[in-house]
């Protein structure tokens, strides 16, 4: 199981693979498996038959799982993908840090 970077409501970057330079939110984190599904990038086409809960069959057309390794979380406040690091608080909590500018990644 992979450290992941990114968590679900991030915006992120892909750079690397036919996605490359497009930028979504991430809908879904699987550590298990290093990968990661983002809105609207990375479609794919499912061919699906008609089912008692989807009475008409037909093609779908739905998101296929990134490599972690393809995506950077982008900074709210540069607006560049970076890659992130880890600070300790005061109170002892972690945040994500945005290795480019400092600023925290974390919302709240």
Known sequence: MLQVHVRRGDTVAVIAGRERGKRGKVLRVLPAAGRVLVEKLNMMKKHQRPTQKLRQGGIIER??????????????????????????????????????????????
């Not at 972690?68 to 945040?95: E, F, P």
């Open 63 to 108: 998101e296929s799982p990134l490599a972690l390794s393809n995506v950077l979380v982008v900074c709210s406040r540069c607006d560049k993908a970076s890659r992130s690091g880890i600070k300790v608080l005061g109170d002892g909590r972690k945040v994500r840090v945005c290795k480019r500018c400092g600023e925290s990644i974390d919302r709240g």
